[in-house]
């Protein structure tokens, strides 16, 4: 009865706000229907589940289980989670400013910030940290080590650290400070006339940092510049329109949001003069280019204010709003799409439509549609972003792979700056080839592996030959076969020594000028920069590509 009661009382609420009709089976029986299932099969686990079962745990993975079927980007953010999600949005936090990795249960210093309280009290990349405030960390979590490591601005911390060439243990104290990672970690000249700006975030003051990137960068005498979006994973949606705003006119339509509810729908428009609108712009993309970098990509092509160069962009055409939660929870949800101006979506993942296992699909060739930039050139839209100059980064060779991922590469820097402490020249350092052979020669006394390309093919004609009965009579040939192509550590070390070596040299220019440095030293190598110096040197073949003509 008490229950009836309930429901009746529930309903005559939502008639009184005009949620309900009178059908049995509308959308908001089913919800009350749904949150009484799920309220009484709860207290029956609780009440007789064979283990104690912590509400906060269980509840989290059931929200999560339900918003993992809509999308990625929808999430519940609990109250505990709540500054880091701030950190996200905000790129600032109170702590020490470095980049900390974990590798085999240690954690470790892989690169301090340039003028951090890191840098300050003395810290290198390689230091490994063995406590925090005695507390020992060994077998932590990079969360848990995280956690240690920030919080209460002006509060000093005291770390123990193992370093290279040190024979015990010893303190630094580090005084945590507001923290805030610059969206332009980068921005110099390439050379007497190109401009690069490297932009990694969209959190607050992206826009702005751009917009001083680019006008220090034109008083030193650039006459073109490039903005470099490769690996940038987008973030706030006002930031793109300010980041657009500084090539692009006073006014300009930067990006139209719509969803389910029509109110919210809406249309950005720049709303800052400036910087330039005639000086030549390259940007570069690639796979991981995605949301707010993708809208100013997006922007400069639909306006045909610069060419693109590089890879196509991650696709997603999506806009994320924060809503409040009872007990200081938040949701990130999915509200609308976006469309840049020349009225394209570029989302590429349907995840309205699963496949059978599941698995959301991608919209299919036959639905995407055709739409013109400014200029007339057809663009197309559900793929992401294709650039006017498509150019493939260089792609690693197995041994490369296993280098970076045994992290020796980064040891070896760690050991080579030590025992040579003064600070290299990101664009003229080299590695000599007896110091190359130094370093291969330390790699045999080192643990790694690898298998190339052509021993999984053979692995695979094994496979094959053994389950359709053909491996007796080819037996002899593959064995043969094997011998030719098994790797050859000290072989490939000579074969992809351009490749290693670059990326070694760049690990060592970093100890001595930080990220700085090792954005330097990549530009003689880049292929995609290089192509994007290219285009810009060549004002006809630039003309072109903007005209549609090429």
Not at 83 to 108: F, H, L, M, P, W
Not at 455 to 474: C, N, P, T, V
């Amino acid at each position: 009865m008490k229950k009836k009661v309930k429901y009746l009382l529930f309903t005559v609420l939502l008639l009184a706000v005009g949620l309900v009709s009178f059908r049995p089976n509308n959308t908001y029986f089913e919800i009350q229907k749904n949150l009484d299932i799920f309220a009484t099969l709860y207290k029956e686990l609780n009440t007789y589940y064979v283990d104690e079962i912590t509400p906060g745990t269980a509840i989290k993975t059931g929200i999560d289980a339900m918003l993992s079927s809509l999308d990625p980007y929808t999430n519940y953010i609990p109250e505990e989670a709540i500054e880091e999600y701030r950190t996200q949005t905000t790129g600032q936090y109170g702590g020490i400013g470095a980049v900390v990795g974990n590798r085999d249960g240690k954690s470790i210093i892989i690169m301090p910030f340039e003028e951090s309280p890191a840098t300050t009290a003395g810290l290198k990349a390689g230091d490994v940290i063995l406590a925090v405030n005695g507390v020992n960390i060994e077998g932590k979590s990079h969360d848990q080590v995280s956690t240690l490591l920030k919080g209460e601005i002006g509060k000093m911390i005291t770390l123990k650290i193992n370093r290279y060439g040190v024979d015990k243990p010893f303190d630094v104290d580090v005084e945590r400070q507001k923290i805030k990672v610059e969206n332009v970690p980068y921005f110099g000249m390439i050379n007497s006339s190109v401009g690069f700006v490297k932009l990694t975030d969209f959190t607050e003051g992206a826009g702005r940092e751009v917009r001083a990137a680019v006008e220090t960068l034109r008083d030193r005498g650039a006459e073109s510049v490039i903005l470099d979006l490769r690996g940038n994973p987008g973030g706030l949606l006002n930031e793109a329109v300010n980041v657009a705003s500084v090539f692009i006119p006073k006014f300009s339509e930067v990006v139209t949001t719509k969803g389910r509810i029509e109110e919210w729908n809406q249309t950005y428009k720049t709303l800052d003069m400036p910087v330039d609108i005639e000086m030549p712009v390259a940007v570069l993309t690639d796979n991981m280019s995605a949301s707010a970098s993708e809208i100013v990509a997006g922007v400069i092509q639909d306006y045909d204010r610069g060419v693109l160069v590089g890879a196509r962009t991650f696709g997603k055409g999506l806009v994320q709003t924060t809503r409040r939660l009872s007990y200081n929870g938040q949701l990130k949800i999915t509200t609308a799409k976006y469309y840049i101006p020349s009225g394209r979506c570029i989302q590429a993942i349907d995840y309205s439509h699963r496949n059978s296992d599941g698995t959301p699909g991608t919209i299919p060739d036959s639905l995407r549609q055709a739409f013109k930039t400014e200029n007339g050139r057809i663009v197309y839209d559900g793929k992401g972003i294709k650039p006017d100059l498509l150019v493939e980064e260089e792609s690693y060779a197995p041994i490369t792979r296993s280098l970076l991922e045994k992290s020796l590469l980064f040891d070896y820097a760690t050991e080579y700056s030590y025992k040579n402490p003064e600070v290299k020249n990101p664009v003229s350092f080299k590695l000599s080839d007896s110091e190359y052979q130094d370093f291969s020669n330390w790699l045999k006394t080192k643990e790694y592996d690898y298998v190339t390309g052509v021993e999984k093919s053979i692995d695979e004609l094994k496979f094959y030959a053994q389950k359709e009965r053909y491996y007796e009579a080819i037996s002899s040939e593959l064995k043969d076969l094997e011998k030719l192509v098994i790797h050859n550590k000290e072989a490939d070390l000579q074969t992809f020594k351009p490749q290693i070596k670059e990326l070694l040299e760049k690990e060592i220019v970093s100890r001595s000028t930080f990220q700085r440095g090792a954005i330097e030293a990549e530009f003689d190598n880049d292929p995609q920069v290089i192509a994007a110096v290219k285009i810009l040197g060549n004002t006809k073949a630039y003309s072109e590509i903007l005209q549609g003509n090429k």
